[in-house]
């Protein structure tokens, strides 16, 4: 979904529930990505996806570097101190492609803990 914001045209990366009607596209959260393309977090919640761990071949979960410009935010940090994410850039790309191939998306903070999400543009 292409949107006016401030006078630059973005696109919507819209975050709904897994399970949603079909049809129903209209999102309770969006994706704030930064002008490098690189995903950052949605607006209540950090962001992380399953990617196929190129060493064991498992599936493991990413999240966004601080460096691509987002909260330092503590469910955050204590799913990757736990081990439970691992941080690797996430581009708009990389993430309407684990969309588009079925892998899961989940967002997470401390009071709503992890819920999964479906992305929706
Ligand atoms: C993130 O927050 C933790 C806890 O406050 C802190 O130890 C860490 O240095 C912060 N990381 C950055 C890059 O600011």
């Not at 309770?28 to 002008?35: A, G, K, L, R, S």
């Not at 581009?91 to 999400?117: H, Q």
Request: hydrophobic share 40%; with cysteine.
């Amino acid at each position: 979904m292409m949107m006016s914001v401030l006078g630059l045209n973005i696109t919507i990366l819209g975050l709904g529930p897994v399970g949603a009607p079909m049809g129903d596209n209209v999102p309770f959260d969006v994706i704030m990505y930064n002008e490098d393309d690189e995903v950052m977090e949605a607006t209540i919640a950090n962001v992380a996806i399953e990617v196929r761990s190129p060493e064991s071949g498992t599936m493991e979960w990413i999240t966004p570097p601080l460096s691509s410009g987002l909260l330092n935010g503590t469910m955050r940090r204590k799913l990757l101190e736990s081990g439970e994410l691992k941080e690797q850039v996430i581009t708009v790309t990389d993430l309407k492609k684990a969309a588009a191939e079925g892998r899961r998306i989940k967002c997470f903070n401390s009071v709503r803990k992890e819920y999964p999400v479906t992305l929706k543009c």
